[in-house]
């Protein structure tokens, strides 16, 4: 039983031990261990099992912090890092090849450009209390595979989970390569004071800000990962009860406490009340006698975000349709829906990041997008359930981090696809090879041979005129349109294409010919030649 585990008390980590934390991680990459594919598969191997040994304590930890239930702390933590690993043993050594499969003028392949795939160094991974575990293993799987070396900040608002984390890596991976530094404020503080190879964000705008001003001083880059007043959009050409059951589903996971969840649903004023009806029934299917009494309805994390949902609902102008109700001894707030009639109401203000949302209602498509387009024009997460022009209208006309035709934010339980915001809901993306490519510097190879240097004459002082000339032949092109920005077809065109080599004169398309079958004859006889030995 989990609920015989016991999990230690939450202990900040000392300040005065973090720089010495974040040099031993810059030592660790710069001894160069982990640029070696067989050391990123055995930590990554090894983090498998971590896992697998603590999922009893890990489930015990989401339990008591958020009132996880043990069945969603597989399925939305443990399980989709279990995914991501699996992906990242599955396919790293494919994704850590040179890249040679590039775009360049065929007169450059005598250099070999390459795109070597090289570790960013040393990141600090800061996470929420939301998904507390898969917040932070995730993106600590991408700089696994990436071969860097990582610092961890768990969020304080999860205590239990910071402690087993802690505990797990502590015995699993590479003591003196990874590490989890537990506390608040001073030492999330003492961390940006530390110089890293990249930070990794995730969670509210607010500290995003303080986050990105403080890397900006030392020009390292950064991942966001926040929020925003995500939208889901339902018409006349909606299956409603469908609509309502994963809706609903979407809202009520880990109480409503996700980024990716519905902040509002515009809805075609002929059919609220019919979507209504269905969200009432959904409610009473998913919990029969209410949701305090199920097992399988969680609790917000505090009391300050209790507080500050509990407020949304007290302050709104609009009506209250399903739930409302709120028991601050037990942090329980039920499933919440508002009927609003204006975006200025208190429900639709803010990101509401728990069991809380609205709806709008609606007379046009061209009406629902101004709406959207007017809470947030750049929501982390966009859901859409109408027709296939609707929902096409809507995609092509409202940005948003990632979308879901016909469910709740179906899109960001696959752990292989890439994840991220867009303008206020974020920058840069992780999970599979975009977690990977996120720890990833692309750096760009060429090697010269000594016997190019005839060819590359034009570059070199005193400058000859017919060396000039004579590059131009064989580096230009004849353009593929007309001084309109109108393509250029025909059989003429495409005759030109052909035969000339893409040269942009008569004479560029000669030396071109000349080139290639001086290649071809020497390509030949070196064939010829050596096919006497067989």
Not at 224 to 253: V, Y
Not at 329 to 335: G, M, V
């Amino acid at each position: 039983m989990t609920s015989d585990i016991k999990i230690a008390a939450f202990e900040a980590t000392p300040i005065d031990s973090i720089v010495k934390i974040a040099a031993t991680a810059r030592e660790s990459f710069q001894s160069q261990k982990t640029k070696d594919l067989e050391w990123r598969f055995v930590q990554l191997r090894k983090l498998y099992w971590g896992l697998t040994d603590y999922t009893p304590k890990l489930q015990a930890a989401l339990k008591k912090d958020l009132g996880k239930p043990h069945h969603d702390a597989v399925l939305s933590e443990i399980h989709h890092c279990i995914q991501e690993l699996n992906t990242f043993l599955k396919k790293l050594k494919e994704w850590v090849k040179d890249d040679k499969n590039i775009e360049y003028d065929w007169t450059f392949t005598a250099v070999k450009p390459r795109i070597r795939k090289e570790p960013l160094g040393t990141v600090l991974i800061i996470g929420p209390y939301n998904f507390p575990l898969m917040l932070n293993i995730a993106p600590l799987i991408g700089a696994i595979g990436a071969g860097c070396t990582a610092v961890i900040k768990p969020s304080e608002g999860a205590p239990a989970t910071a402690v087993v984390m802690k505990e797990m890596i502590e015995n699993y991976l590479d003591p003196k390569s990874f590490f989890v530094v537990n506390g608040a404020i001073p030492e999330t503080t003492a961390l940006l004071n530390e110089k890293w190879d990249k930070i990794f964000y995730t969670g509210n705008n607010a500290v995003a800000r303080i986050i990105a001003k403080k890397a900006a001083e030392t020009l390292t880059p950064v991942v966001l990962e926040l929020g925003g007043r995500n939208p889901s959009f339902i018409s006349k050409s909606t299956d409603l009860a469908l609509a309502a059951r994963r809706l609903l589903w979407g809202k009520t996971i880990n109480a409503g406490q996700v980024c990716l969840s519905q902040n509002y649903v515009a809805v075609q004023k002929d059919v609220v009340e019919d979507f209504i009806k269905y969200l009432n029934a959904t409610y009473k299917q998913f919990y029969p006698d209410g949701a305090k009494a199920s097992p399988d309805y969680g609790r917000i994390v505090n009391e300050r975000q209790f507080d500050r949902i509990k407020n949304m609902i007290d302050s709104t102008n609009g009506k209250i349709v399903l739930g409302g109700e709120a028991d601050k001894s037990d942090l329980y707030i039920s499933p919440t829906v508002i009927l609003v009639d204006s975006t200025d109401d208190p429900a639709m203000k803010d990101e509401s990041f728990g069991p809380l949302w609205s709806i709008i209602p609606y007379d046009t498509l061209d009406d629902a997008i101004k709406i959207i387009r007017e809470v947030d024009p750049t929501p982390l997460s966009l859901t859409t359930f109408g027709s296939k022009a609707e929902n096409e209208r809507i995609l092509n006309e409202i940005t948003s981090g990632g979308a879901t035709i016909n469910d709740a934010w179906f899109h960001g339980a696959i752990a292989t696809l890439p994840f991220g915001g867009v303008g206020e809901s974020g920058t840069g993306s992780y999970h599979g090879r975009a977690g990977f490519d996120c720890f990833t510097h692309r750096r760009t190879i060429v090697e010269v041979p000594g016997w190019m240097d005839k060819l590359l004459r034009v570059r070199y002082a005193p400058f000859s005129p017919s060396d000039f000339k004579r590059h131009m032949w064989m580096t230009g092109s004849k353009p593929d349109f007309d001084r309109d920005g109108r393509p250029i077809s025909g059989l003429r065109y495409w005759a030109w294409l052909i035969l000339g080599l893409g040269g942009p004169s008569a004479k560029g398309a000669l030396l071109r010919w000349v080139v290639l079958l001086a290649s071809a004859y020497a390509a030949f006889f070196q064939y010829k030649g050596s096919s006497r030995f067989f």
